[in-house]
């Protein structure tokens, strides 16, 4: 290896360290995590600089290189948010074009006729980078990501704008190379791939939903039915066990007894834990239903701490559920406290915004806390939010209760 060769491979090390740490800390920025700076961040940098400035570089051409450093961006990505793969192409395509469009700007900037090439290239590198940082501290990109996350016709047209141009660089530009076909083959793919997934999420919520929502209301108009049609309370409580075994609510193992309200209340509590039994959960409660509110129904009740148990057990937490109830005809009580890790400042305020979900896609979209809100308010009651470190349980805790006074 001559002289010149070892500048460019130091060269080529460089400059993609820093693109490591540029989508590093953008993708950090999008989703509002702080980036963990550490001895194994460190070394990862550093290994993928390496890898792909100094071995890659010299074994693969430029397309093929691409290929592989878009491959291996996205699993960073996908390891960083833990999202679904639609959601992680876009976050990384914001990084991308956010880096591009800087070195092209500074590109503009520095006049290349009057430097080498190579050196020109690393300085691009070192603006683009200070300019990231930047970002990265004064500019919130996660409030564009929301937006788009929330939005699932904006993200159909991202995906379906991105193939079309996809297509057409790959058809007005093709060469006939293996690699410049891999490169290209690899981002259609992947592209229409997530945009097969987002037209299945899109057929879902216009036609499963509501089929099922449909149903729902004819069931529950049934249920309203019979209740003022019958008197025998045992006739009524066997047509609701068979409205449940219709949409699939299995409530058999529940233990019931008649006005032990604090009992009731716990069968509640395990059936949600039974649902979720693969989690692993634990539950510590102190359940004080003492008598009916004057105001809010036991039905009504139990709606709100479900609610509030979907959200603790959906937010993945491995520590204890700490559940509280405390029910007289004066006043009403509910509180559920998880493991929480704080994302950003305005946490309180998106949690009850419809659509906001902190749980990912494979749970609901967001609207458990934003319905609660409005129950809440129509009982003139108020919602509570607490943040504190529990030492029992050596983690910080959220709290969410539920106050109703007479």
């Known amino acids: ?42 070394f990862i940098g550093i290994s993928y600089g390496v890898a792909l400035g100094g071995w890659l570089s010299n074994i693969v051409d430029g ?18 948010t833990k999202k679904k793969f639609p959601d992680v192409l876009i976050i990384f395509a914001i990084t991308y074009l956010c880096i591009i469009l800087i ?9 290349i006729s009057k430097i080498n090439e190579d050196y020109a290239f690393l300085l691009v590198g070192i603006l ?9 501290i004064k500019i919130p990109l996660y409030k564009l990501y929301n937006i788009i996350e929330k939005e699932i016709l904006l993200k159909l047209l991202i995906f ?14 093709f060469e006939y190379t293996s690699s410049y076909i891999l490169c290209f083959s690899l981002l259609i793919t992947v592209t229409f791939f997530c945009l097969f997934q987002t037209l299945k999420r899109i057929f879902f919520y216009t036609n499963k939903i509501p089929i099922q929502l449909h149903d729902m209301k004819n069931l529950m108009m049934g249920i309203h039915i019979s209740a003022h049609s019958i008197s025998d309370a045992d006739v009524i409580r066997n047509e609701i066990d068979k409205v449940l075994e219709i949409i699939d609510i299995d409530m ?26 693969y989690y692993k959960l634990t539950f510590l409660t102190d359940i004080g239903y003492y008598e009916p509110h004057a105001k809010v129904p036991f039905s009504v009740i139990l709606y709100m701490l479900g609610v509030l148990l979907d959200n603790a057990i959906e937010s993945g937490t491995k520590k204890a559920i700490i559940v509280k109830v405390y029910v007289i005809e004066e006043n009403l009580y509910l509180s559920v406290s998880n493991e929480y890790n704080k994302k950003s400042t305005d946490d ?17 979209r967001g609207y458990g806390l934003s319905n609660l809100s409005k129950v809440v308010a129509d009982y003139d009651g108020k919602i509570l939010l607490q ?10 805790y959220i709290t969410v209760a539920i106050e109703i006074k007479r």
Do not use: W
Request: neutral net charge.
């Open 252 to 277: 058999n193992d529940m233990n019931y007894s008649i006005d032990d309200y604090s009992q009731n209340v716990l069968s509640f509590i395990n059936q949600k834990k039974s649902k979720f039994d």
């Open 103 to 111: 070195q092209i700007l500074c590109l503009q900037l520095i006049n």
């Open 128 to 136: 683009t980078f200070i300019v990231v940082m930047f970002i990265y």
């Open 1 to 42: 290896m001559n002289i010149n060769t070892g500048r460019i491979m130091i060269i080529n090390i460089i400059i993609n360290i820093l693109d490591f740490y540029m989508f590093y800390y953008l993708c950090n920025n999008i989703v509002e995590k702080k980036p963990n700076v550490s001895v194994k961040i460190i």
């Open 348 to 364: 309180f305020n998106k949690m009850f915004q419809e659509r906001y979900s902190t749980k990912g896609e494979t749970h609901s």
């Open 63 to 80: 397309n093929s290189a691409r290929a592989i450093m878009t491959v291996i961006m996205i699993l960073i990505f996908k390891f960083i």
């Open 160 to 173: 379906i704008l991105a193939g079309m141009v996809l297509l057409t660089l790959f058809y007005y530009n």
């Open 387 to 396: 943040e504190e470190y529990n030492k029992e349980q050596e983690s910080n």
